[in-house]
């Protein structure tokens, strides 16, 4: 059983800087892919940004130059970077990780998400 819990939301005004966490724990051997996705009110969830176990990172257009992607492979946990933040950036933010359990299987699993809203 594995759990990724984030953390680092709230409110920020335009222009501002928010700096998202989510730790992994449970049962697992290591994680691959991490990333970040969000959802605003009467939108489909889509990718913020992802990020590989070595570090190559890929980024939505809307947030390059903007947010930065990291991980600390051995706390398990994903940060994301949020500067010069935009109105439109309000969403709810959700972690995503490819956990490899066992050699044999592994499991896609999210957090249950953090409120990020951008308002003056």
């Known amino acids: 059983q594995v759990q990724l819990v984030e953390s680092g939301g709230g409110l920020v005004q335009p222009g501002g800087s928010l700096r998202l966490s989510c730790a992994a724990s449970?049962?697992?051997?290591?994680?691959?892919?991490m990333g970040w996705y969000r959802q605003a009110p009467g939108k489909q969830r889509e990718l913020v940004a992802r990020?590989?176990?070595?570090?190559?990172?890929n980024y939505a257009e809307a947030v390059k130059g903007r947010f930065t992607i990291s991980r600390d492979n051995i706390k398990n946990t994903v940060f994301l970077q949020m500067n010069s933040v935009k109105p439109e950036d309000t969403a709810t933010y959700y972690c995503?990780?490819?956990?490899?359990?066992?050699?044999?299987?592994?499991?896609?699993?999210w957090g249950q998400g953090t409120q990020v809203t951008v308002s003056s």
């Open positions: 990020i590989t176990y070595i570090g190559t990172t």
């Open positions: 449970g049962r697992f051997f290591s994680i691959n892919d």
């Open positions: 995503n990780a490819q956990f490899v359990i066992t050699i044999w299987n592994g499991t896609d699993s």
